[in-house]
DNA sequence: TACCAGGTAAAAA
DNA sequence: TTTTTACATGGT
């Protein structure tokens, strides 16, 4: 089925600042920014994503490359619904005026999703975007511009060694090879409540709670992710809202939006000036 | 140079 | 049960 390019996004949408993520860091080569667009593979195609007026464009265009591109632009989040309940807090109404139309992106994959999030552990997204993208480029599968994330089973026929030779830590080269590997159907979580779903990931070598909490946040969309344990969100929260005994306690305060308030505080610590 | 950065598991106390 | 330690890289 052929369909136009243009995929709707709720308004306001600004797609810059929904995508200042990929640019932040450093190049992440499974999601590429090249010359103002987000290039993915996406059912095998090189998938290029850039503004437009009322949404985005997406070249070339189907209904599995669409579907996809949603769930990566963020769609399913409320965000007509966190405006509204944002005026209520000080500190969200002027986040949300200020980055007016940032809509988080989400890890399409949930394998995607859990390496790079491993990657992540302990060290500075700027060291996790180097070395991941040198993962990328060693496992996965080049495209025209970006490359295809490495496949579970190519992951899984690697050797530790191979990571380690690449900047992946001994013990990060076996969570991720050992994650490859390991039993569990990532896909079959998505049906499961938030409990259940970390309950599970936490129960995987490598995996824990900070990183269950973030499969919620940015692979599943879940409106109540709350990565409490994250050190830039902790330093968010400090900032906007000075000392806080129990962060994941305090979470509670944002029911029922804490992963759009979470997003927000976050883009806001890098993009709003300090007050 | 030394320290920190969007953690985790295992050893030590 | 709680606290401490090792870990690899990139930026400052």
Redesign the pocket.
Known sequence: MILVSLLPVPQPYDFSLSTE?FR???VDRANLWHEGGLHRMISGRGVRIEAAPGGVEVNPLDEAIAAEARTLLGLSFDLHGFSEWAWADPVLARLATALLGFRPPLAPDSFEALVT??T?????????F??RS?FVERFGVPGELAYSFPTRERVAAAREDQL?A????????E?VVGLARCDLDLDALDGLPDDQVVERI?S?????????D?YL??HLGRPHAW?A?????R?AVRTFYGRVEDVRAFGASFHPFQNLSAQYL?AGL?LTPPQ
Not at 120 to 128: D, I, K, N, T
């Open positions: 993520r932040a860091f450093g999030s491993i992540a552990q302990q060290v500075s997204l700027q060291s996790a180097a070395i040198r380690y690449i900047g992946f830590s001994h013990r990060k080269a969570y936490v995987i070598r490598g995996l824990g709670e900070w990183t269950a973030w946040a940015r990565p344990g994250d050190l830039a969100l330093k976050l890098r």
